[in-house]
């Protein structure tokens, strides 16, 4: 082995050393993560792969050309050195690998035994599997009287998740594409439709005989005044604009209704009309984003769910934020702040929630029986089927989006749980695929907590 290729190898030894994870400060203070740095790893085994000609090239010439010692100063061997390092210490003589390791720790060197949860993050080569990294890292912790550890689990690019090939994943992307071809047909609907009746307004004027016969186009359509229009025998007459004159539609002002646009088999064609124009985009952005509150509603639910919903987000932020800072016990301190109280606190945004529900659904349900009983629809049996139809539209409203969030649990988790550095507390990823027909059926709460879908 020549002075180059060992130089190299060193370097490379150093630079997966440095890749790999280690003891460091707050050890007391709750940092238990020693992850060291996985895109440190994966840039080796990168530059491996990218400069495995060029190494192969400058060990040919190192061996055709003699070694001569070079005069240079400090500063220029150390600026050698650091672009040395920069550009051909990627040539380490294995691929490398990063693993994550999940490590129960158990140690007495103090005063007290210590239990705790350590995240090592190693640089190994490729070649070693997962059985491998544990029997290393138990093998080199046996000799320790005062340390007993266990290895709970090792990730690595061995068990990589690959979305696109679950079968979930899969699901998920072809009802969304359905829904966005709809989303798209019933704009484009929306805007034809639209475009379709200002041509019709601009094309024709509704209106009745008018009592004035000196009237012209020339003379202008603003000045057409409601003293001029009258309805004969409640019909609509219609006068056409086409070639800028203004002609009398004699078969509408007789009493005759215009024809239909609507194509012979009517009702299907609406019903299809209707069913598109719900997924127009145009049309649900005013909905949603539409600030009138409608008289038979209560404005001050509107205001709750705010106010909750902006509690439960800072809830959930600050309670998942705890379980990955590298100091958890800092916990202990701001919990004895007066605003820590909103957040130690935040179940009481899931109450908010449950009355507003709750309220709602029986501020709805009486509305709608006495709108019924004014119609004449009354007893028991117009008040079970009422709070059936309720029900099952609640259902139907609720399960589509409900089964979506589930599915992009159960892809998210597992990516998590099998891909990223950090190693989620729940276990989501192996529940949803089980017991995701739980939820489905709205029977969750009854089994126990450790088989729920907690995300």
């Not at 005062?146 to 992307?173: A, G």
């Not at 008289?295 to 769910?305: A, N, R, S």
Request: hydrophobic share 35%; proline share 3%.
């Amino acid at each position: 082995m020549t002075r180059y290729s060992w130089c190299n190898i060193r370097i490379s030894f150093f630079l997966v050393d440095d890749a790999s994870g280690r003891y460091s400060t707050g050890w007391f203070w709750g940092n238990h993560y020693w992850h060291g740095s996985r895109d440190l790893c994966e840039y080796i085994s990168l530059l491996d792969q990218n400069h495995e000609a060029d190494g192969e090239s400058m060990h040919q010439a190192h061996h055709t050309r003699p070694i001569q010692k070079a005069e240079i100063s400090f500063t220029q061997a150390e600026d050698h050195a650091l672009s040395d390092v920069s550009t051909n210490s990627s040539q380490s003589p294995y691929p490398v690998l990063y693993f994550t390791i999940n490590i129960k720790l158990n140690s007495s060197f103090f005063f007290a035994e210590t239990r705790k949860k350590i995240e090592l993050g190693v640089c190994l080569p490729q070649s070693c599997q997962n059985e491998d990294v544990k029997r290393i890292i138990e093998e080199t912790s046996s000799n320790c009287e005062y340390l007993k550890l266990e290895v709970s689990e090792i990730k690595s690019k061995h068990n990589y998740y690959n979305m696109f090939e679950d079968r979930s994943f899969q699901i998920l992307c072809s009802v969304t594409t359905i829904i966005v071809i709809f989303v798209i047909l019933g704009t484009v609907l929306d805007y034809y439709l639209e475009s379709k009746d200002q041509r019709i307004s601009t094309n024709s004027i509704k209106c009745a005989t008018c009592k004035n016969s000196d009237f012209h186009p020339s003379k202008g359509i603003a000045k057409l005044n409601t003293s001029d229009i009258e309805i004969k025998d409640g019909k609509d007459c219609y006068y056409n604009m086409e070639n800028n004159v203004l002609e009398r539609d004699k078969k509408n002002c007789n009493g005759s209704k215009p024809e239909s646009s609507e194509k012979p088999n009517g009702g299907s064609y609406a019903c299809l009309k209707e069913i598109l124009l719900s997924f127009s985009l145009k049309s649900n952005i005013k909905i949603i984003f539409d600030e009138n509150v409608g008289i038979d509603t209560i404005p001050v639910i509107h205001g709750l769910k705010v106010i909750s919903m902006i509690w439960v987000i800072g809830g959930h932020t600050c309670i998942y934020s705890f379980e990955y800072t590298s100091n958890m016990k800092y916990r202990k301190i701001i919990e004895n702040q007066l605003f820590f109280q909103l957040i130690a606190n935040a179940t009481f945004s899931v109450d908010i929630f449950f009355f507003c529900s709750g309220f709602l659904i029986s501020y709805l349900y009486f509305r709608t029986t006495n709108k019924l009983e004014a119609m004449g629809h009354k007893g028991f049996s117009a008040e079970c089927k009422n709070f059936c139809v309720m029900i099952i539209y609640r259902l139907l409203r609720l399960t589509a989006p409900y089964l979506a969030v589930l599915g992009l649990v159960e892809i998210s988790m597992k990516w998590f749980a099998y891909n990223a550095v950090l190693t989620p507390s729940s276990t989501d990823h192996i529940n949803c695929p089980k017991y995701w027909w739980r939820n489905l059926f709205y029977i969750n709460a009854l089994f126990p907590y450790k088989d729920m879908v907690k995300a």
